[in-house]
């Protein structure tokens, strides 16, 4: 390239010999125009180069020396921009352009050669960005020029460990979360934990005080608790009679239907119950009812503080009618009982579950051996009933026709209809194992144990001194602590003279010096007073406690009783 030709080969003749560095294109590289004298210094002012305009040769030398596009392997550009300015353009819009365009892509650059040993750099030998040259148009036009989009871009390489570091901050986060909210379930659990347990703390603190277990605390519920459990329930009973028509001999039982637990049972009754009868003497449960059972009834209901709704007298063709209605029995028996030939009694034996005909569990039923106490016979009887029960149907009026079929005789109080539905109720108790049976025990004297009192009467029968007959007398109960016979008859005479039901408590264990008279209901307290004005003793012998004999009110004599 010579002085007259421009920095792409064209031949300048205007400007060719006063061609000079103006500027940077937008690939950086040099161009040069025609400036004036006048504009030189202001414009090096403005690009802040200083320029030696007797480096024009070595400049044109440099530029001689750079490697071509093809060298460097870029792809060639279809169409270059116009690095110069026309005649119609003024030297001072020049710079600017081009200064506009530098400052819009930096290219990279490479170093330029070293200049001659003592002499400084001038600017042709600068850096300059290596850049492919692009390619002239066909016919050296300069319009249509193609410009393409990788020509300017930016390549953005991935940086992988940005993900890794992204992924290591979503982790930890993650990770104190989780943590947060163990944290924070756990301070719910202990929260929950101790209200349950204050709940629970004070729910087991309200109970001990209503029950009244609390020391130096009554509570409510525990002046009704025995009527709670036992005299607040429904209950409906009858009395059986079993009449052994062949031996003779008689055993008593109450079949007691619990309407409030829905269970059933069976309290067998000794012959040697002691049992006062309305001239206040005394009479055993056996002799009363083998004289005929008149008043019977209403004796147990005074001695056991029960309210019976009837009797069934049955006797024992009877109890063989039916066990061969429902179709036979199943039984345990725990001994075995030898046939009688005179009475036409075929032998039962020993073990569980045997099969009873109706010959074979009325033998069975009424069976005492030598020497055997009365308890094991009743308890035999006991047995027999119950499975006589868990065989009867469940229907009432099935049950009505068949205690209309065995032909009973029947308590004028008691008719076929309620017998039947009574029988039903106790059949379902002792279908599904709802049902027991208990023997009262008695002293020698035909008077109750306290044990039986407290275990039987009370909390099976609902005994209690207001479940008498209404319209009944009140009772008074007397047990005999003196030791002296005489004492205990004449206090019996002044109770019964006092209009009092008098309730048959027996004798002590042992003797007691003192008398006393006791009530458990509040409501009693001024009866017992004339109980104890009756008896002629003092009122300080009167307190409340609990009555060991089955009445409203219980006289103790003592060895200071006097009598009247």
Request: glycine content about 10%.
């Amino acid at each position: 390239m010579n002085d007259r030709q421009d920095q792409y080969g064209r031949y300048d003749p205007h400007t060719a010999h006063e061609q000079q560095l103006i500027g940077y294109d937008a690939y950086g590289r040099p161009v040069y125009g025609r400036a004036p004298a006048q504009s030189a210094p202001q414009y090096e002012q403005q690009q802040g180069y200083a320029y030696d305009y007797q480096d024009y040769g070595q400049q044109q030398q440099y530029y001689q020396q750079q490697p071509t596009a093809q060298e460097y392997g870029q792809q060639e550009y279809t169409q270059a921009p116009s690095y110069g300015y026309d005649a119609q353009q003024s030297p001072q819009q020049a710079p600017q352009q081009t200064q506009q365009q530098a400052q819009q892509w930096i290219p990279q650059q490479t170093a330029p050669e070293p200049a001659p040993a003592g002499q400084p750099a001038s600017p042709a030998q600068r850096p300059a960005a290596q850049v492919p040259e692009p390619r002239r148009p066909e016919g050296g036009s300069e319009a249509g020029r193609d410009y393409r989009t990788e020509m300017f871009a930016f390549i953005d390489q991935p940086d992988e460990d940005s993900e890794d570091v992204i992924d290591w901050l979503k982790f930890t986060e993650s990770r104190t979360e989780r943590r947060e909210e163990a944290r924070r379930r756990g301070r719910n659990r202990v929260v929950a934990l101790i209200v349950v347990l204050a709940v629970f703390v004070v729910a087991g603190l309200g109970y001990l005080w209503y029950a009244g277990k609390l020391p130096f605390l009554d509570g409510p519920g525990k002046k009704t608790a025995a009527t709670a459990e036992a005299g607040a329930q429904k209950r409906d009973m009858i009395v059986v009679h079993l009449h052994n028509t062949k031996k003779g001999g008689t055993s008593s039982a109450l079949l007691v239907d619990n309407v409030t637990t829905k269970q059933g049972a069976t309290v067998l009754l000794p012959n040697t119950l002691a049992l006062t009868g309305q001239d206040g003497t005394a009479t055993a449960l056996g002799k009363a009812v083998g004289e005929g059972g008149l008043g019977t009834r209403e004796a147990l209901d005074s001695v056991l503080g029960t309210r019976i709704g009837g009797t069934w007298r049955l006797d024992t063709p009877f109890l063989e009618n039916l066990v061969e209605l429902v179709g036979g029995i199943e039984a345990d028996t725990d001994t075995a009982v030898p046939a009688d030939d005179a009475a036409r009694t075929p032998a039962v034996g020993q073990g569980q579950k045997q099969s009873l005909s109706g010959p074979m569990a009325v033998a069975y039923a009424t069976y005492r051996a030598q020497g055997e106490p009365e308890a094991k016979q009743l308890e035999r009887t006991g047995k027999v009933l119950h499975a006589v029960l868990r065989k009867f149907p469940s229907d009432p009026k099935a049950g009505a026709v068949t205690v209309e079929s065995i032909g009973q005789i029947l308590d004028p109080a008691l008719n076929a209809q309620t017998l039947g539905t009574m029988l039903s109720k106790l059949g379902a108790h002792a279908k599904v194992g709802a049902y027991r049976t208990d023997v009262i025990a008695v002293k020698p004297d035909g008077t109750l144990t306290d044990d039986a009192n407290k275990k039987v009467v009370k909390e099976v029968l609902g005994g209690s001194a207001g479940a008498a007959q209404p319209g009944a007398s009140p009772r008074v109960g007397l047990k005999d602590a003196s030791g002296d016979e005489k004492t205990q008859v004449a206090a019996k005479a002044a109770l019964m003279n006092g209009g009092y039901a008098f309730v048959d408590g027996g004798k002590a264990d042992k003797t007691a010096a003192a008398s006393q008279i006791t009530y458990q209901d509040d409501a009693q307290r001024d009866r017992a007073i004339e109980v104890a004005k009756t008896l002629g003793l003092p009122e300080t012998v009167v307190k409340k406690a609990e009555n060991v004999v089955n009445a409203d009110v219980v006289v103790i004599l003592g060895k200071d009783y006097k009598a009247p």
